[in-house]
């Protein structure tokens, strides 16, 4: 399919992962544990990881755990980062395991094991013209910080994220030229435990711990922000949220108010705070409506203020549709939000509802308020494949998904969006962090490694391989 948009020519096309989906090696080099270490296998992952009480060991009597050995891209990452150059990325997404670098997160000294092991991999991705964009902290906290510190309510874990992000941009300041600080930062809101690195306990007051862990995240991002841009003023660091746009189920102003609270709070609280170097003005009343007394010290308002990102990654895999009041049996599944199911659209097989046009709703939404360039780091489809007899994957589902999302991005930019670039999410077919399943897959890359722990851990090409490949050689054009 022609598509007539034009995209930039420098436009950075590419996939992306994290650390502790794909690397394995979970003790190889020194490496701590963090929390996806601990994450138990199968669809009740995160609620058991959220469990009050859980004590963040290792069961395997009880469970197993999936991303100890990931896809083992820590061995194979040569022959990993050869197939995304011959789809042509421009840029390659990737996480730091801050468990390599400080293993029990609280160290004076960086693991050199650690750090070497990144720069092989940075070296093997510009040896393929290919740019790394990473994310210093992704869904994998020490489990030590977790354990002792109580997670992100801490403020001393201030100082450690601080410690970690310093080591990393010293040391990769001429190998990465752009960076992220927290994955999906957001999603503390819905999901602590996986960001922050707490759950809320029987009678603990939800929003007091989660703001406050907020607020320290603020406040380690900001300082991350200002020293990238002291080591490397040409490099550029940016925040990354999941943004779903909230529709109003119907024109009912209740409704159609319930929807654009959730909106503000869910899609616009840690982007403004981190983008606009200040907190929103509707952040007063609703911390003050839900009790929140935030400790706030001297000085870290100006450390907000100075350490604003230069651009808005983000994620986008679904819309969300919004009433003030539902049903069990309305509400909907979705990636951490759960709002009615949105009779005009389709979902996924783990319910997951596809909205091309939301992307393009998001990004609009975004530059009218921000106009600071974006970068989509995440979107994609996760679905079940099928390897025929002779080893292809047809998978038309994924081409087709992408395809729309592709030309509405195409849209938006048509619209005057200012997009850098675009990563697909998994682009080698890898672990999910919701599930902990291998049959939820996204890749355009097969990796023959299955629920049941059984698989050779060979890669193979599947259709959206050569169709993604042909995306990026015509700039966008072929569809
Ligand atoms: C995002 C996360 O929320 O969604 C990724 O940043 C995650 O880590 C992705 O893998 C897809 O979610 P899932 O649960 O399908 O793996």
Redesign the pocket.
């Known amino acids: 399919m022609t598509n007539t948009t034009v995209f930039p020519k420098d436009f950075l096309w590419g996939g992306a992962t994290?650390a502790n989906?794909m690397e394995g090696g979970f003790h190889e080099g020194n490496k701590g544990l963090n929390i996806a270490d601990v994450l138990p296998g199968g669809k009740q992952r995160l609620r058991i990881l959220a469990e009050p009480g859980f004590n963040f060991d290792i069961d395997t009597d009880k469970y197993t755990y999936p991303n100890h050995e990931a896809i083992d891209f820590y061995h194979r990452y040569k022959e990993d980062i050869a197939l995304f150059a011959e789809m042509g990325f421009k840029v390659f997404r990737m996480s730091i395991a801050w468990t390599r670098i400080f293993p029990q997160g609280n160290e004076l000294e960086p693991n050199e094991e650690g750090l070497a092991f990144y720069d092989r991999v940075f070296d093997e991705l510009h040896k393929h013209g290919i740019e790394p964009v990473v994310t210093i902290s992704?869904?994998e906290m020490p489990v030590n910080l977790v354990k002792e510190y109580g997670g992100w309510k801490s403020r001393e874990v201030i100082t450690f994220f601080e410690r970690y992000a310093k080591a990393v941009l010293d040391r990769y300041k001429d190998k990465v030229k752009y960076w992220m600080t927290f994955?999906?930062i957001n999603s503390g809101l819905v999901m602590p435990i996986m960001s922050l690195g707490f759950s809320i306990q029987p009678g603990e007051h939800k929003y007091q711990s989660v703001a406050q862990g907020l607020h320290h995240q603020f406040v380690a991002s900001a300082k991350a922000v200002e020293y990238c841009h002291e080591v490397n003023p040409e490099a550029q660091i940016g925040c990354m949220i999941?943004y779903a746009p909230v529709y109003a189920f119907d024109s009912n102003p209740e409704n159609v108010f319930y929807a654009n609270q959730e909106a503000r709070l869910f899609n616009n609280y840690c982007g403004d705070v981190m983008v606009r170097g200040a907190y929103p003005a509707f952040a007063k009343r609703f911390l003050k409506e839900q009790g929140v007394e935030l400790e706030i010290e001297e000085g870290d308002l100006e450390t907000i203020q100075k350490g604003k990102v230069d651009y808005i990654g983000f994620?986008y895999?679904m819309s969300r549709t919004e009433k003030a009041e539902k049903t069990e049996e309305e509400k909907a599944q979705g990636?951490m939000m759960s709002g009615v199911k949105n009779p005009f659209l389709q979902a996924s097989d783990?319910g997951w509802e596809i909205d091309p046009l939301g992307l393009r709703i998001a990004m609009n939404d975004m530059y009218d308020r921000y106009q600071v360039p974006l970068f989509i780091v995440?979107n994609g489809l996760?679905a079940y494949d099928k390897v025929e007899a002779d080893g292809s994957v047809n998978d038309d589902y994924r081409i087709e998904y992408l395809r729309n999302h592709i030309q509405a991005m195409g849209e938006a930019i048509e619209d005057g969006v200012d997009l850098m670039g675009y990563t697909s999410?998994?682009c080698i077919d890898l672990v999910?962090?919701?599930?902990g399943e291998y049959s939820?897959r996204y890749g355009f890359i097969y990796v023959d490694k299955h629920d049941d722990g059984s698989g050779t851990l060979e890669r193979s090409r599947k259709k959206s391989f050569h169709w993604y490949k042909k995306v990026i050689a015509s700039d966008g054009a072929d569809l």
């Open positions: 994290a989906q992704h869904y994955n999906e999941i994620s895999y990636n783990w995440e996760g999410w998994g999910s962090a919701s599930t939820k």
